[in-house]
C-alpha cells in the first residue's frame, strides 16, 4: 500500500461517504464515514441496534441510504441495485437456496454472471476445496450441518470474486467449539485471497481475534475506530471501554493542576487535553493490570478496600473489592497454584501504574 | 389430579374422538359407495344393494350425451386454473410484500368471492353480460369469466401460504450473487413457491369441476359444464346411468389430486424440500 512514487492516492477499496439512513422519525445510522483499504479486514462492532446490519444492508445495496454516498473501488454506488454491485455477502442464517444442490448454490453467482459450464465446474470445485468441502457438491443444505451450511455461504459469496466481502454474524449460530474454529479459518481464507472484507458482529472476542481495524458503533454512529489493540488499549470512550473487554470505571475530577481526584485522594495520571478541569471523568482501569496488595504501594494509584467476593475462574481468580467511596473494583489475579488467596473480608489495596489508567469523559 | 384432568387421561375422549371419526366417514364415504354400487345395476331402476350386476348403464354414461359435457368441464376447469393462477400470483405476491393503501380492500375482493355464494355471483354475471350486450359470450366465455373469479381466492391463498414460508433473505442473497429481480423470481422464488402454485391450480380447477351454482346460470345449450348437464338430467328422475356419470365425476378430481400428491407433495408448502 505504500507509494514509492509518491503517484496520486490510490482509492480506498471501499468508502462510506457521511452515510445515513433513516426510517421515518427512527435514524438508524447517523452519519457514517469509513475507509476500508484493498485487503483489509475491518469489522463493525456493537450492541444489537447500534446500525451496523444496516450500515452493512447499505453497502449491499439492499436498500438505498436515506443520504451520503458509498465508493466501491472508487466508484460511486449507492444509486445501483445490489445486483449490479461487485459484492459477496454471507448472511447470519446463510441464505443458502433449500431447492438448489451445494454445487448448484456455489455456481448461482457464476450462472448470473453468464459464465461457460466448464469454468463454472472448475471455480466452483476450486471455491468448495477452499472452504473444505470438497465432494458435498451434489449434497442439498438441509442435510448439512451448521458449520458445513456456513461454509457453502462463504464459498458462494467468495466464487464471484467480489470487490468487497460483507459477512453479517456470520459465526452466531454456531456453537462455541465450531464458532472459535470457524474464525481462524474465515480469517485465514481471508488472508490467503487478500479480501478485502467487511465483518458485522456483536461479539469483541471474535471482533478482537479477526480485524484488522475495529469500528466500534453505537446509535448509528462509529464511535472509535483503530487496531484491536489500540482499541482495546486505548478506548477513547466509555462505551467502547465498557464494550470492548472489562474495565473498572472509578468516578474522578480533574483538578486544576490536571491531576485526578478519585474520593479523597488526588493522583497524578495523563487527562486529554479535551477534557476540562473541574470536569468529572472515569478513571478506567482494565481488571487484569490492577493489583492487590496488603501494604500501601510506592506509586501509581492506589486506594484502599475490602474485599467482597472472590470468584474462582480457573484460569484466573477474580476478586471484587468495595471502595470507601460505594464503588466496587475488581481485580484478575493469574491463577500461578499458589495458595495465597485473597480472604474475604480483609483490607487491602487496590492500585495500579500511572500508565494503566485512562482517563474518560464522564 | 382434578376431575377434568382424570377424565382427559382416561380413554373417554379417544372413544368419542373414534366414533365421531367414524360417523364422519360413514357419511362422507357412505353415498360415494352407495352411488358407485347403483351404477352396476342390471335392471331399469336405481336399488341398492343393486340387483343383478351388468355395465350397460356405465357403457350409455361413456357415449357423447355425456363424454361432452365431461369433456367440457375439463377444458373450463383447466382454463379457469391457468387464468386463476396467473392473477393470482401477481396478487399474491403484491398483497404479501407491500403494505399500501387499499390493500385491505383489495383482499377482501379477493377473498371476497370465498364467502359469497357463488349463486349470487352467476346471477350477477349473467346480468352484466346482458348490459354489456355481451348476451352471446353468455356460454364458455362467462362460465370462464365467473369460474376464475370464484376459484382465484384458492389460488391466491396457497401462492400466499407458500410466500410466507419462503426462508429468510432468499432474494437479498440472489441479488448480491447478481441476479436481477427478474432471475430472482424465475430461479428463486417461483422454484421455492412451486408447490404452492399448483396446488392454488389443483384448488381451482376442483372448485371449478364441481361448481353448478355459478354454472346454471351461465350456461347454454351446447356448452354445458357436466355438473349442470346432472342436475338437468336429474329432473327426469335418477337412472343408474347417472349413477356412473357421478362416479366418473367423482374420480377424475381425486385421480388428480392423487397424481399431484404424488408429484409434488400438495399438503406441504413448508421450505422447497420435503422433509
Redesign the interface.
Known sequence: MGRPFGGPVPDPALRLSRIEKRYGGTVAVAGIDLDVADGEFVTLLGPSGCGKTTTLGLI???FPPTSGEIYLKGKPVADL???RRD???V?Q?Y?????MTVAQNVA??LR??KVGASETATRVNQALDLVKLGGFGDR?P?QMSGGQRQRVALA??LV?NPAVL?LDEPLSNLDLKLREEMRVEIVSIQRRLGITTVFVTHDQGEALVMSDRIAVMNHGRIEQIGDPASIYEAPATRFVAEFIGRMNLLSGTVMPDRAVRIGDTTFAMEVPADIASGAAVHVAIRPERARLTDEHPADGIALPGIVRQVFYLGATREVHVDLPNGERGFVQLHNEGSDAVVATGSAVWLSSSAANCRVLPA | MSSFARWRASRAPWAGLRFVVILVYIFSLGPILITAAVSFNSGNRSFFPPRGLSFRWWERAFTAEWLGPLWFSIKLGSLTALIATLLALPMAFALHRYRFRGRDALVAMTLGPLMLPSLVTGVGLLQLFELLGLREYVGFTALLVGHAVICMPFAVRTVAISLSTLPPNMELAAASLGATRWATLRYIVLPLVKTGVIAGAVFAFIHSFTDVNLSIFLARPGEIPITVKILGFLEFGFAPTLAAVAVITLLLPLVLVAIVERVSGLGDFIYGDRR
Do not use: E, N, Q
Not at chain 1, 441464505?95 to 431447492?99: E, G, N, Q, S, Y
Open positions: 449491499a445495496g439492499f441495485p445490489s445486483f459484492i459477496g455477502v448472511f442464517d441464505a443458502l437456496f433449500p431447492h448461482f453467482g448470473m454472471r442439498r438441509l458462494r459469496a464471484i460483507l
